[in-house]
């Protein structure tokens, strides 16, 4: 499974960014996608993710209400919308995915080692 992530870039606080993410390879089926983050000199940590059967969301405290995930499940893609952006936000965003089958053991989908393929990551830069 490969991981293809688009829509990083510069913005100024309070604006914008989409982030798409498109997998691709063999693929039967989706669990969950989703999005993790890490800032310069900070750990890794959760953003948000999508259950791709039913489309129930998770969301970090820290980007609740202010950013929304969503998928397409015809084009194995998921989206990122952050609006409100803050100086904060600024990192490199990975996408994440999780499928069925892989004996890949699942430990939630707030936590990293749920996930078995990772994108190479998107820059977000958020200057205040």
């Known amino acids: 499974v490969q991981l293809q992530a688009s829509g990083g870039g510069l913005v100024q606080a309070g604006g914008s960014l989409r982030l798409s993410c498109a997998a691709s390879?063999?693929?039967?089926?989706?669990?969950?996608m989703g999005w993790f983050r890490r800032a310069p000199g900070n750990e890794r940590e959760f953003v948000s993710a999508?259950?791709?059967?039913?489309?129930?969301?998770f969301y970090s405290d820290s980007v609740k209400g202010r950013f929304s995930i969503s998928r397409d499940r015809a084009k194995n893609t998921a989206y990122l919308q952050m609006n409100s952006l803050k100086s904060e936000d600024t990192a490199v965003y990975y996408c994440?995915?999780?499928?069925?089958?892989?004996?890949?053991?699942?430990?939630?989908?707030?936590?990293?080692?749920?996930?078995?393929?990772w994108g190479l990551g998107t820059l977000v830069t958020v200057s205040s």
């Open positions: 994440v995915i999780r499928t069925p089958g892989t004996g890949w053991y699942d430990l939630g989908f707030g936590d990293a080692r749920s996930y078995h393929n």
């Open positions: 390879g063999s693929i039967l089926t989706i669990f969950r």
């Open positions: 999508i259950a791709w059967s039913d489309g129930t969301t």
